[in-house]
């Protein structure tokens, strides 16, 4: 079982900037890629951006130029560096890791983008 903790969501004016943070804990060996994921109320699940243990990274049309994702593989923790926040970023964030046959989900956190 991998434990996935995420941190950092909260209200922010548009233009503003929040960072994530998600720590990986319980039997990580082998994990390769970890990811942020959003979730608008109704709506499917999308990718927001991922990255590999080596530092390769993906990202949403919609975010890129805008957000970055990183990694410390030494504290098991990866990050999302989100600037030039709009309205339409506001959703539940989940942090998501895995293996072949097995998927791992945080709690969310709520990211809010709001005069």
């Known amino acids: 079982q991998v434990q996935l903790v995420e941190s950092g969501g909260g209200l922010v004016q548009p233009g503003g900037s929040l960072r994530l943070s998600c720590v990986a804990s319980?039997?990580?060996?082998?994990?390769?890629?970890m990811g942020w994921y959003r979730q608008v109320s109704g709506k499917q699940r999308e990718l927001v951006a991922m990255i590999t243990r080596s530092g390769l990274t993906t990202y949403a049309d919609s975010v890129k130029g805008r957000f970055t994702i990183s990694r410390d593989n030494a504290v098991n923790t990866v990050y999302l560096q989100m600037n030039s926040l709009k309205p339409e970023d506001t959703a539940v964030y989940y942090c998501?890791?895995?293996?072949?046959?097995?998927?791992?989900w945080g709690q969310g956190t709520q990211v809010t983008v709001s005069s």
């Open positions: 998501n890791t895995g293996r072949v046959g097995e998927d791992y």
């Open positions: 319980g039997n990580i060996y082998s994990i390769n890629v």
